[in-house]
């Protein structure tokens, strides 16, 4: 992708901005106010895209307000970044918006394994997966930088193991920790399997930006726009 997007300061500063419409709660059942998928797909039109069918719409409507609120609280805020002027009418950004706002994870259940990296000591296991099949390159954030700033946190370094692409192991049981990319290689229902994948093996899950957020002292911060995940973090505690 040779096209430059917004600079990283003015989509801090766009987030630090979102308006309460993007911020109010999203349409679940009978609940909620803000009709996520109308949003979609009213983002993907000015994308320079075609409106949501009704199968792509309905990876935005729910039922299940503790399954899917956090999920669908998040692909709000998202939307609002890509609203930003230096996105819109980008042709070649509207399929992939479609896709990874479709496709989020389960970020409750990241929250909470965020909260394992406090249980974590030196030499303990680690997994680290990149659903990615890029080139790692120099200072590469999955092979040298997360583990970097996790044995700040923890106190030493950590025995961590990295899967990159469609690449998964085959046991778990031996992590103490899974910290997963945000998968915009995968789909929605692959990211899902992971996390019930690691769930089973009772093996807590999180993902990149959890994890550099709670290792650089950051979590609450990060999560303030999102009052359940952040509720959720706190009960783990």
């Given amino acids: ?12 500063r766009r987030l630090a901005e979102c308006p309460a419409d993007f911020l ?9 106010t803000v009709h996520v998928a109308a949003v979609v797909s009213d983002l993907v039109r000015d994308l320079g895209g075609s409106l949501l069918t009704p199968d792509q719409a309905a990876a935005f409507v729910s039922q299940d307000a503790r399954r899917d609120r956090n999920r669908l609280q998040l692909v709000l805020i998202a939307c609002w970044l890509l609203y930003d002027p230096g996105f819109r009418g980008r042709q ?7 896709f990874f706002l479709g496709k989020l994870g389960d970020l409750a259940e990241m929250v909470r394994g965020a909260a394992a990296i406090d249980r974590l000591r030196p030499g303990d296991r680690v997994l680290i997966v990149d659903a990615c099949s890029h080139h790692p390159i120099e200072e590469d954030i999955a092979r040298v930088k ?4 996790l044995a700040q946190r923890v106190g030493g370094p950590l025995a961590t193991t990295h899967f990159q692409g469609r690449d998964w192991p085959a046991d778990l049981a031996t992590y103490r920790l899974v910290i997963h990319c945000g998968g915009c290689m995968l789909n929605r229902r692959e990211m899902i399997s992971r996390q019930a994948r690691a769930r089973a093996a009772g093996v807590p899950v999180t993902n990149f930006g959890l994890a550099i957020a709670w290792s650089l002292g950051l979590f609450e911060r990060a999560l303030g726009p999102f009052p ?10």
């Fill in 228 to 237: 359940d995940a952040l509720a959720a973090w706190r009960e783990s505690r």
């Fill in 146 to 149: 997360i583990p970097a700033w």
């Fill in 1 to 12: 992708m040779e096209e430059q997007g917004p600079a990283i300061q003015a989509l801090t």
């Fill in 92 to 98: 070649s950004l509207a399929d992939p918006a479609r």
């Fill in 24 to 32: 109010a709660e999203p349409r679940i059942g009978a609940a909620g």
